[in-house]
């Protein structure tokens, strides 16, 4: 079960249920896949909308990564996502929410 507190989100991949969370070294892995942009870039896409099914499944990949996964980009492109796109962008969504929000009370 996945734990908000510690920025993590569940995803069913090919039926079988997952925690991805964002640690430091599964978004630098994601910085160097996406290229170009920063991770303020990539947040603010996320936040007007204006993301692509790239950046989609980066944060996906980087999200799979933190939370113990070994596979790579190759792995989920036919692999089976619970909720299909839709759920994906949410994830990749509240994966970065979570990522870069501050505890209540931390100011």
């Known amino acids: 079960m996945a734990n908000p507190w510690?920025?993590?989100?569940?995803?069913v991949?090919?039926?079988?249920g997952r925690v991805m969370r964002l640690t430091l070294g599964a978004l630098a892995e994601?910085?160097?896949a996406l290229g170009a942009g920063s991770l303020v870039d990539l947040v603010a896409r996320f936040e007007a909308g204006a993301?692509?099914?790239?950046?989609?499944?980066?944060?996906?990949?980087?999200g799979l990564r933190g939370g113990g996964w070994r596979g790579s980009a190759a792995d989920l492109l036919s692999a089976e996502i619970e909720g299909g796109p839709l759920m994906a962008?949410?994830?990749?969504a509240q994966l970065l929410a979570r990522a870069f929000a501050l505890p209540e009370g931390g100011g």
Do not use: N, P
């Open 13 to 16: 991949l090919d039926g079988e």
């Open 6 to 11: 510690a920025g993590e989100v569940a995803l």
């Open 89 to 92: 962008a949410r994830a990749a």
């Open 30 to 32: 994601m910085e160097a």
């Open 51 to 62: 993301f692509s099914s790239r950046d989609v499944l980066a944060v996906i990949v980087a």
